[in-house]
T-cell receptor
Framework: DTEVTQTPKHLVMGMTNKKSLKCEQH?????MYWYKQKAKKPPELMFV???????INESVPSRFSPECPNSSLLNLHLHALQPEDSALYLC?????????????FGQGTRLTVV | QQQVKQSPQSLIVQKGGISIINCAYE??????FPWYQQFPGKGPALLIA?????SEKKEGRFTISFNKSAKQFSLHIMDSQPGDSATYFC???????????FGQGTRLTINP
């Protein structure tokens, strides 16, 4: 099973709303990632969790707040987003702590900020 | 030096033909080169990956060719099918890195 499950698949939120994206994997992977992807562009790394600890924050605005409750779950809390934050948000996981091993992406959450 | 340059940006191939997408890199520390396939509205799916100790890797109709001296690698799709129409991303990473460096993507269209 190489599945990374993300919920919800689609989300529309107002600029004053608070919402959360969820990601789950049961492959025993110890590293989990949040990526943001705009149309016709490659994914851009946002955060990396390694062994449930935040190891990379790519200078992401504080309106995005990641959380890793356990080794299988990853959340992304959203608050006071801007319309330009509308994008496909992707979760990924990898076997090792580093990205030079197989990494698998979820199907993404299509976020629209209105 | 962290870039991966991918070409072409878009590619149209007839059904049954060979699709070829190329990537070039500068950082000789890169030691892992995956290719991802992405359909509209879906997440990238790992297609095939190669390490520098081999020059070619084949999985079904998909082959990666790797040229270490030229710092280039390419994806070949044999007998291309309409269902292969998608965006393809090459990427690179290295030991100790927690980040994939992606190419800019190639939008492949297979005409029936």
């Amino acid at each position: 099973d190489t599945e990374v499950t993300q919920t919800p698949k689609h989300l529309v939120m107002g600029m004053t709303n608070k919402k959360s994206l969820k990601c789950e994997q049961h492959m025993g992977h110890r590293a989990m990632y949040w990526y943001k992807q705009k149309a016709k562009k490659p994914p851009e790394l946002m955060f990396v969790y390694s062994y449930e600890k935040l190891s990379i924050n790519e200078s992401v605005p504080s309106r995005f707040s990641p959380e890793c409750p356990n080794s299988s779950l990853l959340n992304l809390h959203l608050h006071a987003l801007q319309p330009e934050d509308s994008a496909l948000y992707l979760c990924a996981s990898s076997q090792g702590s580093f990205m030079n091993t197989e990494a698998f992406f979820g199907q993404g959450t299509r976020l629209t900020v209105v | 030096q962290q870039q991966v340059k991918q070409s072409p940006q878009s590619l149209i191939v007839q059904k049954g033909g060979i699709s070829i997408i190329n990537c070039a890199y500068e950082n000789t520390a890169f030691d892992y080169f995956p290719w991802y396939q992405q359909f509209p509205g879906k997440g990238p799916a790992l297609l095939i990956a190669i390490r520098p100790d081999v020059s070619e890797k084949k999985e079904g109709r998909f082959t990666i060719s790797f040229n270490k001296s030229a710092k280039q690698f390419s994806l070949h799709i044999m007998d291309s099918q309409p269902g292969d129409s998608a965006t393809y991303f090459c990427a690179a990473s290295k030991q100790g890195a927690q980040k994939l460096v992606f190419g800019q993507g190639t939008r492949l269209t297979i005409n029936p």
